[in-house]
């Protein structure tokens, strides 16, 4: 169990030796339903992420193809495959300046969207909340 007085919070989709199991639903990959503004049911912010992501890009395939993928890693290595030819794309400057607002709104939606949840987060308290993945430096 995390240290009450740590005045930090790890956690990951992986259990560390610093992110434990009881904060896994921080993580993006977390498996919870929520609607988006398209009123399209997402089982995690990872999904609703990647759907977007494809969608802001122009890619209704690859989004339907994100869409239809149920476990976050699957996701990722998925929507890394088919980013690639994208990345070299008039829109991918696009994607960059909105992808941080995507994931917020994503946040945003599972936790208004799940109370259980949104105790659970308020109960980190004013804790710093951090991913622990050292393979992703960007989040």
Known sequence: MQNKKDPVIYFSSRLSQRAKSHFIFLHSHYYCFFRGDD?????????YYRTQQFKLL?????????HS???GDKIQSTAQKLEEPLMRSE???MWEDSR????????????EQ??????????????????DNP????W
């Not at 009123?39 to 999904?47: A, E, G, K, V």
């Not at 393979?135 to 960007?138: A, C, E, L, R, T």
């Open 39 to 47: 009123l399209q049911q997402y089982h995690s912010c990872t999904d």
């Open 58 to 66: 122009g890619d209704e395939a690859a989004a339907t193809k994100i």
């Open 69 to 71: 993928l149920k476990f």
């Open 91 to 93: 829109k991918w400057k």
């Open 100 to 111: 941080v607002n995507i994931m917020r709104k994503a946040i945003k939606l599972k936790f």
């Open 114 to 131: 799940n109370p259980r949840l949104l105790y659970k987060l308020i109960m980190t308290s004013d804790k710093k909340l951090i991913e």
């Open 135 to 138: 393979k992703d430096p960007f």
